[in-house]
């Protein structure tokens, strides 16, 4: 069974940066690839970034220029890191894996995902 477990979340000021983090488990980590959605309430699941078809990265309008992500294998783990944060990106962000081959940006390609991690940017 596949496990995904974030961290990183908290409380920052804007115009600050978090590295969110997600560690895989249960399944070879090079089989899958990885995403981050976020949610806030009364909202559908949001893409925010992406490993793409072909290992690419592919991210969210709302974070373009302003968001890096990656993955260290030795670790299992996949990272995303949004640097001068504003208010509008508080939500709760999840990581989500998917096999290779699948689209990137529906949420409903996933079928693991991770429990969630709350991100609030102050004003």
């Known amino acids: 069974q596949v496990h995904l477990v974030e961290s990183g979340g908290g409380l920052v000021q804007a115009g600050g940066s978090l590295r969110l983090s997600c560690t895989v488990s249960?399944?070879?980590?090079?089989?899958?690839?990885m995403g981050w959605f976020r949610q806030d309430p009364g909202n559908e699941r949001e893409f925010v970034a992406a490993e793409s078809l072909f290992a690419n990265t592919a991210v969210a309008a709302s974070v373009k220029g302003r968001s890096t992500l990656s993955r260290d294998i030795s670790k299992n783990t996949v990272y995303l890191q949004i640097m001068s944060l504003k208010p509008e990106d508080t939500a709760s962000y999840y990581c989500?894996?998917?096999?290779?081959?699948?689209?990137?940006?529906?949420?409903?390609?996933?079928?693991?995902w991770g429990q969630g991690t709350q991100v609030t940017v102050s004003s």
């Open positions: 989500a894996a998917r096999p290779r081959g699948v689209n990137y940006d529906n949420p409903n390609d996933y079928p693991y």
């Open positions: 249960g399944r070879s980590f090079t089989d899958l690839r």
